[in-house]
Nanobody, 125 residues
Framework: VQLQASGGGLVQAGGSLRLSCAAS????????MAWFRQTPGKERVFAAA??????????SYADSVKGRFTISRDNAKKTVYLQMNSLKPEDTAVYYC?????????????????WGQGTLVTVSS
């Protein structure tokens, strides 16, 4: 599966952005999808994941984004979203979408098989 992330940009603290990740190829609904983020010189860090069905009971969030970010998916459109509200300067990072063919809501980047190219989010104070 190939992934294309979009939606990044510059926003003031307290603002909102919605990231999208469009997938091509077959069987999008067979993948757990996730968003990770990375700042210069740091490792890629888990932000959110969503299971194959996309139900509210099949999501997982890092503590740092819980209550502010919402991950969702539209299997018909082969797209996963990350709605980011109440953004903070520390949310500034390159955001990557990822796909994992296994079950579960993994939080390690090593568990994910496919990656998008990343989209930059900059939050100004």
């Amino acid at each position: 599966v190939q992934l294309q992330a979009s939606g990044g940009g510059l926003v003031q603290a307290g603002g909102s952005l919605r990231l999208s990740c469009a997938a091509s190829g077959r069987a999008f609904s067979g993948y757990t999808m996730a968003w990770f983020r990375q700042t210069p010189g740091k490792e890629r860090v888990f932000a959110a994941a969503i299971g194959r069905s996309g139900g509210s009971g099949s999501t997982s969030y890092a503590d740092s984004v819980k209550g502010r970010f919402t991950i969702s998916r539209d299997n018909a459109k082969k797209t996963v979203y990350l709605q980011m509200n109440s953004l903070k300067p520390e949310d500034t990072a390159v955001y990557y979408c990822a796909a994992d063919g296994d079950y579960g809501l993994g939080r390690s980047s090593a568990e994910y098989d496919y990656w998008g190219q990343g989209t930059l989010v900059t939050v100004s104070s």
